[in-house]
């Protein structure tokens, strides 16, 4: 059932629908996408009526069904031989479960783009070549993008204030790939997004891939256009500027991409009500230059990341690694000063050489047991033997190790002279106040309760003029613990 959407009139619509095990929980679905107003051949032309998802949301036979359904409304709505575009062929659950979003996306894409090679739509002969990969750098903007989005609460591709690497998406990714790497192509970005009653929105990849092929009757929308476009537009021959120029790299696939997903349960731009989740998928392609001076190279199938028995556990795989020198895993944390929470700067902690080769990938592991509780980021720095660096996005962990519920991180420095920092960590949200003490019990100093967050390490500076040189305590006070630890205040020689 379609419910209307206002307010935004490049909203495509609010779609409800059943989950499984017959528990009703509706979702809205919305779709935007952002392009020059061309149109193109050797891709498939627009759909005359909408095709709804019809199939159930959680395993790859579900998605197998869906996909399937589209084709065949496909064949019906344009007039093709029936079976023509043949049917999706997924891999095992196991498999499609391991895989990223990023490697999902680019398997659901490719899928949808070949099954259209050489097919005539009247006129139109699709030509059909795969996308080259997935490109790092695309990813990452995509999702800072995504995660913009969440933080600002909007859905649009120019939020406001100006996202740090652009206004719009052309801009976004003018930013991101060096010139002399890029082509111009029509299209750029493709959003979608869901809101469910529930706590997840569950295949939001393969559901915004669905619903940008087939749920796309209207031209302008572009977003079929953008996922399936080929070399050239309605009416042009080779050398047309506004698809893919198929000059870089192997004659048999085209350009790169990049997808993202954030969440959050605060995350509700249209007001809906009774929604108790959203998510945001952002999709980024790019048409690299022949002459581009700027690697492409490595491309990440997997990138995990697990806590169990103490212990932290990174894996992640290549699909091969041409011209690679190798990656730096990098960490931060989640720290609190005052009100607010910040993510620190990422450090590097540990050098992996690469193991692959041009044509084929390999598995890398790292683990550590040495983490005190709090919630941490992992990512990885990939670099090219020219020096070449680009970023995963991060993995976060919550590292939670309290056995007595809180864990006093640091009280520095220590003799001190007019400031003392202190660090704190506790299991669960409480109030914590903070009071110096002189030997006999009496209070000289006093901070008001503070909210602090769980697992994030939490920071308080003291600034403390004008007191004599000595011994004093320092009493940490919490609404499930009290810690009292002596301090010594020293004057600095002038």
């Known amino acids: 059932m379609i419910k209307a959407c206002t307010g935004d009139t490049e909203i495509v619509g609010c779609l409800k629908t059943l989950y499984p095990m017959s528990k009703i929980i509706p979702y809205l679905f919305i779709i935007i996408s952002i392009f020059f107003p061309v149109a193109f051949a050797q891709s498939p032309p627009d759909l005359?009526?909408?095709?709804?998802w019809s199939a159930g949301t959680s395993t790859v036979t579900d998605i197998t069904n869906a996909f399937n359904a589209g084709r065949r409304g496909e064949e019906t709505q344009l007039g093709l031989t029936s079976n023509v575009l043949g049917n999706l062929v997924m891999p095992s659950q196991a498999t499609w479960d391991a895989m990223s979003f990023n490697a999902k996306g680019l398997y659901l894409v490719n899928a949808e783009?070949?099954?259209?090679?050489?097919?005539?739509?009247?006129?139109?002969?699709?030509?059909?070549?795969?996308?080259?990969?997935?490109?790092?750098?695309?990813?990452?903007?995509?999702?800072?993008?995504?995660?913009y989005l969440i933080t600002v609460n909007q859905f649009t591709h120019t939020a406001t204030p100006a996202h740090s690497l652009g206004l719009d998406p052309f801009t976004r990714v003018e930013n991101?790939?060096?010139?002399?790497?890029?082509?111009?192509?029509?299209?750029?970005e493709n959003l979608a997004a869901f809101w469910t009653s529930g706590s997840s929105n569950p295949l939001p990849i393969e559901r915004a891939i669905f619903g940008w092929i087939y749920e796309d009757k209207n031209s302008s929308w572009g977003h079929r256009r953008l996922v399936l476009i080929q070399d050239f537009q309605l009416g042009g021959s080779l050398g047309d500027t506004s698809g893919f120029d198929n000059n870089y790299g192997s004659s048999t696939s085209e350009g790169f991409l990049g997808f993202a997903v954030a969440n959050d349960a605060?995350?509700?731009?249209?007001?809906?009500?009774?929604?108790?989740?959203?998510?945001?998928?952002?999709?980024?392609?790019?048409?690299?230059?022949?002459?581009?001076?700027?690697?492409?190279?490595?491309?990440?199938?997997?990138?995990?990341?697990i806590f169990e028995n103490q212990r932290v556990g990174?894996?992640?795989?290549?699909?091969?690694?041409?011209?690679f020198d190798g990656f730096w895993v990098e960490m931060t944390e989640l720290t609190q000063q005052g009100g607010g929470t910040a993510i620190g700067t990422f450090r590097p902690i540990a050098f992996f050489p690469a193991k692959g080769t041009p044509e084929t990938g390999a598995i890398y592991s790292y683990e550590s047991s040495d983490l005190v509780s709090g919630i941490y980021f992992f990512r990885l720095k990939k670099v090219d033997k020219n020096g070449f660096i680009s970023y995963t996005s991060a993995q976060r962990i919550e590292v939670s190790n309290l056995p007595e519920g809180y864990q006093i991180g640091g009280v520095y420095p220590n003799p001190f002279d007019e400031n003392l920092t202190i660090e704190v960590t506790v299991a669960r949200e409480q109030k914590i106040d903070f009071q110096v003490l002189d030997l006999q019990g009496r209070e000289l100093f006093f901070v008001d309760p503070q909210e602090v967050s769980p697992l994030v390490r939490y920071q308080k500076?003291?600034?403390?003029?004008?007191?004599?040189?000595?011994?004093?305590?320092?009493?940490?006070?919490?609404?499930?613990?009290?810690?009292?630890?002596?301090?010594?205040?020293?004057?600095?020689?002038?």
């Open 48 to 52: 005359t009526d909408d095709i709804a």
């Open 176 to 188: 991101t790939i060096p010139a002399n790497c890029r082509e111009f192509i029509a299209y750029s």
């Open 461 to 494: 500076r003291l600034v403390l003029n004008g007191f004599a040189q000595g011994t004093y305590f320092l009493r940490i006070r919490g609404e499930t613990f009290t810690k009292t630890l002596p301090i010594t205040h020293v004057k600095k020689t002038q």
């Open 314 to 323: 990174l894996k992640w795989e290549t699909m091969s690694e041409p011209n």
């Open 113 to 147: 783009r070949t099954a259209r090679a050489n097919v005539n739509y009247g006129g139109t002969v699709v030509k059909g070549l795969p996308l080259e990969g997935i490109n790092d750098e695309l990813t990452t903007t995509a999702q800072s993008y995504a995660d």
């Open 266 to 305: 605060a995350y509700n731009p249209f007001g809906f009500m009774g929604m108790n989740m959203g998510t945001v998928i952002v999709m980024l392609i790019f048409d690299p230059k022949p002459t581009c001076s700027v690697p492409l190279p490595v491309t990440l199938t997997s990138f995990t990341s």
